[in-house]
């Protein structure tokens, strides 16, 4: 439609030479034909004139409307709530018809799975989301070998960004501890209490009055001296002397074997 208009415009500039040119004999014909300018959805036209409409192809194959007017025209200017189906290319089963309950209830139970899949995703990403890496896990635990600490030595070893004390005590070192009056400290506590074998003591190295690292086999009491403020902790890691308030803290360990220990 489009390209018969574009030749009606176009044949009376070219002539039959154009025409001739184009090897189209309709440019000829098309260039005698009258020209209206009617708007595109006009339909009828004068007697013996070519009408141009918007519409469907299968206009003419549909049947006759109420207003004579074609179909796309008829139900543009007579809007209706009224939905005529076309049944023709598909057989349509009323509401509730037993002969679709088994698609309907496939979709709906596909849909809820989906849904349900969806929703258990969502939950599980968000319960991994709060669980702790793998360099934070790699860190909870550190082994260590005691075979290496002699006896009366000390070894410092870093956990979860705090250093710790590994000491080897002396058989003198142990019974100097044990000996000790409790009374007279000010967090009292027993040295079996604070180790689970006698020979080896485990403390965090970190001082309990402002967080600075004691000096090991140092002190009025052959424990630990914070030269900071001069606090002063005995072989058992008890605050004795200065400002610190609370011993040294004991972590929470275990031993694998005679020689094998884990922090942590």
Known sequence: ???????????????????????????????????????????????GSIAFTRGFSSNSALAPTTSGL???????????????????GHERFAPGDPGKRAFTYFVLTGGRFIYASAIRLA???FILSMTATKDVLAMASLEVDLS????????????????V????RTEEEISK????????????ETDDARTQRPQWLVVVGV????????????????GWFCPCHGSH???????????APYNLEVPEYSFTDDTNLVVG
């Open 70 to 88: 074609p179909p796309t025209q008829h139900v543009m200017k007579n809007p209706t709530n009224i939905i005529d189906y076309d049944e023709h």
């Open 165 to 168: 004390f590994v000491k080897h």
């Open 207 to 222: 001082c309990t009055h402002l967080g600075c690292v004691p000096l090991p086999n140092a002190g009025d009491w052959g």
């Open 123 to 125: 939950v599980l990403k």
């Open 1 to 47: 439609m489009a390209l018969r208009r574009g030749i009606q415009l176009l044949a009376p500039r070219l002539g039959d030479q154009g025409a001739r040119f184009l090897g189209a004999p309709l440019c000829s014909q098309a260039a005698n034909l009258p020209f209206h300018n009617y708007d595109d959805r006009s339909s009828v036209g004068p007697s």
């Open 233 to 243: 902790y005995d072989l058992s890691g008890r605050a004795r002397k200065g400002p």
């Open 177 to 188: 501890a044990k000996n000790e009056d409790i009374s007279k400290l000010r967090d009292p």
């Open 148 to 163: 290496a600490i002699e006896p009366g030595n000390t070894v410092t070893v870093k956990w979860r960004g705090k250093p």
